[in-house]
């Protein structure tokens, strides 16, 4: 898998620990030979991802500071890419928030501020990124976010978050075609369920890890290596002639009815 993305500047978002899908992102980037950036939100994040390289011995090209929730925020981050790395050719947007508390019961119980949250954190958050990162990509690139099959089914207990990632999965098609003109591909990874800490957050995830190998036609869970190497496809010019689509990595189980 070497030289797919050898040295490419590459912006990683949503590294919180070592079970992040942004962290089995880096670890498949790494191994291609791409140069990394990564941005954070909590301080907490930080520490762990910092551990986390110099475990790994992975060195990163840039550290900054980046909270979805404000527009300064990402534009100061990005502000900061171009000035300590110059050209970028990839982004993986891997962050989403919800409420806790709405990631349980009925869907018709969703707050206003709950809703409003969601859709801000984790579908808004990449129009405002896609943007930002446009002017730092001028030698085309590839932009990859992650999502789940409640934006396309009803997941019981995924509620707001399902509706917030199928907002995420429409954004990903009209942001496709406004970034093709400058041969910047948007595409999305809806991966099976994976234990991180936000996966924490949302009721019945063991039952749902049990569907899966019940079920899905692999009859096994993926996980973070698994999605990391679907989205190095989706960075390298191996995925050339794609933009605009959702990739299951799922073990099939979208396609079982
Ligand atoms: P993690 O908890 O490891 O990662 C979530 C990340 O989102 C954290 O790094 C967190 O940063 C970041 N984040 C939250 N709010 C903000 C904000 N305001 N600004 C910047 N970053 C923020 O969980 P996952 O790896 O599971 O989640 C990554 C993505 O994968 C999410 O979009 C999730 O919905 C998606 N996904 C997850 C699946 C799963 O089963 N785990 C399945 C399919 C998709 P911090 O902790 O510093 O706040």
Redesign the pocket.
Known sequence: MSNLVEGKNIVI?????E????WGVTTSLHKAGANLIF????D??YGKLTKLLEKHKIEAKWIVE????SDESITNAFATIKDKVGVIHGVVH????ANRDELKGEYANTSREGFLLAHE??AF?LVAVTKAAKELMTEGGSIV????LGAEKVIQNYNI?GVA?ASLEASVRYLAEDMGKYDIRVNAV??????????KGVSGFNEKQGLIEEKAPLRRNVDQDQVGDATLFFMSELSRGVTGEVLHVDSGYHIIG
């Open positions: 978002m949503g590294v919180a620990s079970r992040s899908i942004a941005t954070y939100r909590q907490r994040s980046c909270d979805v929730a891997s962050v989403a928030f954190i984790s958050s976010t992650q999502t789940y978050m990632k809806s991966a099976g369920p994976i234990r991180t800490l936000s996966a």
